[in-house]
């Protein structure tokens, strides 16, 4: 049994050490999605497809099938992942070093032993190459600390994003994790139609993108790039004039402009006195930044208790 120190809360994981694995638990999560994908009711947006942060690891919430539902988990304390349907049978894979390949193999014979058929896109999206995974051995390592590591982190950050989701009462989207690119995401929307998006994600359909962006949104998530140890980030869409040159908080926090959004290192939270705090204060201040920017009606869109 793991203890929970004050350390794990906001654990440290170099993102240059662990990249292997990430690499090959990013393609395992796109095979376990696609699943989702495959078998829940469409949603605005593509909220249908994410996965979600569990007391265990990642998880993709009850989705139905012929005969009743099933739910996948990525569990990150005893590394297995766990298939469990209605009819009270399930099936368990353990979490080791293997290749893409081997871990595709396995969950799909243990779809076919538990009597559920789901045909899913054979191949990854948003990532370049796109490796099928039926060939996939180029991607095989697995290492536990660094996957214990990486769901603490998400931890923090669901925790921390769902702090921040309930001073909004408008259209705003669950905090939940896009397997695409592998991100822990929180969007709000303005209520307003958006340009229509340009697309041009690697090995995504256009018009996924044009359903993803199809309205005015703020959003802000984590993800484990663009710093030593991951980044909190925040991007508006379509962008406001000036929102790059917009001061934002904490100071650590840029604007990157190669990939047009704000970014504050995870570094920089994990070593702050009060780090929920420091990340609220990214958020907040990213979001004004797209809101004020974008001539959003905040008086109707936020909460404030004053007046409640």
Same mark, same amino acid.
């Given at each position: 049994m793991r203890s929970?120190?004050?350390?794990?809360?906001?654990?440290?994981?170099?993102?240059?050490?662990?990249?292997?694995?990430?690499?090959?638990?990013?393609? /395992?999560?796109?095979?376990?999605?696609?699943?989702?994908?495959?078998?829940?009711?469409?949603?605005?947006?593509?909220?249908? &497809?994410?996965?979600?942060?569990?007391?265990?690891?990642?998880?993709?919430?009850?989705?139905?099938y012929e005969h009743g539902v099933f739910d996948i988990e990525f569990d990150f304390i005893d590394h297995e992942l766990h298939i469990r349907i209605s009819t009270g049978a399930?099936?368990?894979?353990?979490?080791?070093?293997?290749?893409?390949?081997?871990?595709?193999?396995?969950?799909?014979?243990?779809?076919?032993?538990?009597?559920?058929?789901?045909?899913?896109?054979?191949?990854? &999206?948003?990532?370049?190459?796109?490796?099928?995974? @039926?060939?996939?051995?180029?991607?095989?390592?697995?290492?536990?600390?660094? @996957?214990?590591?990486?769901?603490?982190?998400?931890?923090?950050?669901?925790?921390?994003?769902?702090?921040?989701?309930?001073?909004?009462?408008?259209?705003?989207?669950?905090?939940?994790?896009? /397997?695409?690119?592998?991100?822990?995401?929180?969007?709000?929307?303005?209520g307003r139609p958006a340009p229509v998006h340009p697309g041009g994600a690697p090995n995504c359909a256009d018009w996924v993108m044009v359903e993803g962006y199809s309205h005015e949104l703020a959003s802000t998530g984590f993800w484990p790039g663009g710093s030593a140890e991951g980044s909190f980030y925040a991007y508006a869409y379509p962008e406001p004039a000036d929102y790059a040159q917009t001061p934002i908080r904490p100071e650590a926090g840029y604007y990157d402009s190669a990939i047009h959004e704000f970014l504050l290192p995870y570094e920089v939270v994990r070593t702050a006195d009060d780090p929920e705090a420091t990340v609220l204060e990214f958020l907040r201040s990213t979001y004004t930044a797209a809101a004020d920017g974008g001539g959003w009606d905040r008086e109707r869109l936020e909460v404030h208790p004053a007046a409640t």
């Open positions: 929970t120190s004050p350390n794990q809360l906001w654990p440290v994981l170099r993102v240059d050490e662990w990249t292997d694995t990430r690499d090959t638990l990013h393609m /395992w999560t796109q095979i376990i999605g696609k699943l989702r994908l495959a078998r829940a009711p469409m949603v605005n947006h593509w909220w249908n &497809v994410p996965l979600y942060v569990s007391a265990r690891g990642l998880t993709t919430s009850a989705v139905p399930r099936h368990r894979i353990n979490l080791e070093p293997k290749s893409v390949a081997a871990f595709y193999a396995e969950v799909m014979a243990a779809l076919n032993a538990l009597g559920i058929t789901i045909p899913i896109l054979g191949r990854p &999206v948003e990532v370049e190459p796109a490796i099928p995974f @039926a060939e996939d051995t180029t991607h095989a390592t697995y290492d536990r600390d660094h @996957a214990y590591a990486f769901w603490r982190q998400l931890l923090a950050a669901d925790r921390v994003l769902n702090r921040f989701r309930e001073s909004f009462i408008g259209k705003a989207s669950p905090v939940h994790f896009f /397997w695409g690119a592998m991100d822990l995401a929180y969007t709000r929307f303005s």
